[in-house]
């Protein structure tokens, strides 16, 4: 059963993983910060992207949350600004002074307080799949997940995930046994932290943060999302200074269903912006 207790914790130490760029490069200037959604981990949403980051002379710098990868939960709720200033710590103690940051999810709420809170450090954003606040939709998948999760129902819960993760196309163009997979009802296929996770998106808004933004943006719109509704994507760009708007047809988890294309999306920003 999974209970948040009442009082924030002190953070613990970051697992992170330190890709080099390619030899030839310069790490510091080429920096890449990334922040994954909830209930995900930078296996589960950036392991594709890495590779091609490094392949093209970024330093990529990936810390899961607590409760996700080998960072251990956290004893209490996440706060929004704990966890963007540690993620910031961890890409600084890697020796990558300034960064893009990369967010996916709740990982784009991550990266807007980042950027404000940091702005000497945060070079460029990407944000995949994006609020700025959870809007009804939102809040009531986010209830469900956190109730099936306090009652131990993983099985449940696998299905929730997976009817608000995925498009109904590649749900219903899913092998048998692909279907299986995204449906283990194993209580060790959710990371520990997913519930402290989930309610932090519920917490979440950077309403008042996005004006402040002064890098170069690029807000990826998943239109076919069943969790966060593009509408909210709309709005990152709408009201984020300058920020680029694009499209891919795609559920929420845009690595898993279209991940050729998301990562030239993400590519393309980088090159023609030099970052």
Request: hydrophobic share 45%.
């Amino acid at each position: 059963m999974t209970k948040i207790p009442a009082v924030a914790p002190r953070l613990p130490a970051l697992s992170t993983t330190v890709t080099p760029a390619e030899p030839g490069t310069t790490p510091a200037a080429r920096g890449i910060l990334l922040a994954h959604g909830a209930t995900g981990s930078i296996a589960g949403n950036y392991a594709g992207l890495i590779p091609a980051l490094a392949a093209t002379g970024h330093t990529v710098v990936a810390p899961d949350y607590p409760g996700s990868g080998d960072t251990p939960r956290a004893d209490g709720p996440l706060e929004l600004d704990a966890l963007a200033d540690a993620l910031v710590a961890e890409a600084v103690t890697a020796g990558v002074e300034t960064f893009t940051l990369i967010g996916f999810s709740l990982g784009t709420a991550v990266a807007v307080r980042a950027a404000t809170r940091h702005p000497e450090r945060v070079r460029g954003l990407v944000l995949t799949a994006g609020l700025a606040k959870p809007d009804h939709y939102a809040n009531i998948w986010l209830d469900l997940w956190l109730r099936l999760l306090e009652r131990g129902d993983y099985a449940g819960f696998a299905q929730a995930r997976a009817l608000s993760g995925l498009s109904p196309e590649a749900l219903n163009a899913m092998s048998p046994a692909e279907l299986a997979v995204v449906l283990d009802d194993s209580p060790d296929v959710p990371p520990a932290g997913s519930a402290e996770q989930s309610a932090l998106v519920k917490a979440v808004d950077t309403t008042g943060d996005l004006p402040a933004i002064a890098v170069p943006t690029l807000v990826i719109a998943t239109t076919l999302d069943q969790l966060i509704h593009p509408s909210n994507s709309r709005y990152l760009a709408d009201h984020i200074p300058g920020a680029e708007y694009v499209e891919i047809a795609t559920g929420h988890v845009p690595m898993a269903e279209r991940p050729e294309e998301w990562q030239g999306l993400i590519l393309k920003f980088l090159a023609e912006r030099e970052l």
